[in-house]
């Protein structure tokens, strides 16, 4: 467990974190989104021991950072957006010295193999890391973030450089990571952070102002939770059907009967997931699903909407949808 309560950091007088509360579940993928200057690599260097707050408390699993920084540190595996190579070492030698550096208690050979294959970088063991393109020198920093096995991993910006198949190889490693320890990510692709986390923190100007699921952001902000469904089947009973989904507010028919099927509007109720329920009544009447998605915005858009100062932005981001009991913070226009 993950937890940031009350950070803050100033340099003089300027407040670069302004009271950032969350906390984070033992596995998952959370994404972290903020503008250049927001505060993300502040927030980051802080939970990771690198920077001290002004003020407030990181926790990681029990260990306060600055109380106990040793055993924060050994909870921690932290990719910076440049990682921290040694270019005239061998890819082999400096995974090596990291091993020992941070003090692994596990079977050495067996890990560092397990932790090459990991991270795609196995037949290159033996060459200087100066030599080798900036793609595989993010490789190598991965691999020493994961050295022991930490609960909790820090990624900023770790696709960086790399082509379009390592990105989805590396996205893949990601995910599956995720499924045992906590992975805080950090990506200005936004397609990247959509296809990959299943929350979203924004900071902006020191502000945390959303933390929520992908999908639940934008109907928070626009208001809008409504799905286009097109469905092949008699419109009558598939209308009758939908309006008995629960937490379904309102179906309509919006259009006409076609070879790939009729399309209907849904709109759910705050902080519910229906599609779910869509489909498994779909499959009931045995009528084929032809399209679903949603009609509010995309995470682009949110994002512009989040970090532009638009004051309608700054309304109550919820939490209820996700699933590891992370803290949701609320937002005002008065207090950004």
Excluded at 100 to 111: N, S
Excluded at 219 to 233: H, K, M, P, V
Aim: hydrophobic share 40%.
């Amino acid at each position: 467990m993950l937890e940031v309560q009350g950070l803050t950091k100033a340099y003089g007088s300027r407040k670069v974190l302004d009271s950032i509360n969350f906390s984070v579940g033992d596995q998952g993928i959370v994404g972290f989104l903020g503008p250049n200057g927001a505060g993300k690599s502040t927030t980051m260097n802080i939970i990771a021991g690198y920077t001290s707050p002004s003020g407030g408390r990181v926790t990681i699993n029990g260990h306060e950072i600055l109380e106990e920084p040793i055993a924060c540190k050994r909870q921690i595996g932290y990719l910076p957006e440049h990682p921290p190579l040694y270019p005239d070492m061998t890819v082999r030698a400096y995974l090596s010295f990291m091993f020992d550096l941070k003090k692994t208690a596990l079977p050495k050979k067996a890990h560092l193999a397990e932790l090459g294959e990991m991270a795609g970088i196995g037949g290159v063991g033996d060459r200087l890391i100066k030599n080798l393109s900036k793609g595989y020198q993010q490789r190598i920093g991965l691999a020493q973030a994961m050295l022991g096995n930490p609960p909790v991993l820090i990624l900023d910006e770790p696709t960086v450089g790399l082509d379009p198949k390592q990105i989805l190889e590396i996205r893949n490693l990601i995910r599956e990571l995720g499924k045992t320890r906590t992975v805080i990510f950090s990506s200005h692709i936004l397609q990247e952070i959509q296809a990959v986390c299943g929350r979203i923190i924004v900071i902006n100007n020191g502000i945390l102002v959303a933390d929520d699921a992908p999908e639940n952001l934008a109907g928070i902000i626009s208001n809008d939770r409504r799905l286009l469904l097109r469905a092949d089947g008699p419109p009558d009973r598939v209308l009758a059907e939908l309006r008995a989904i629960t937490h379904i507010r309102k179906v309509e028919r919006t259009g006409t009967g076609e070879d790939d099927g009729v399309e209907y509007l849904l709109e759910s109720e705050r902080g519910f997931d229906i599609r779910r329920d869509v489909f498994w009544k779909m499959a009931e009447g045995g009528w084929p699903i032809m399209a679903l998605r949603n009609r509010g915005m995309s995470l682009e858009d949110v994002f512009l909407r989040l970090t532009a100062g638009d004051s309608s932005a700054f309304s109550v981001m919820s939490g209820g949808g996700r699933e590891d009991g992370g803290a949701a913070e609320a937002v005002t226009e008065e207090e950004a």
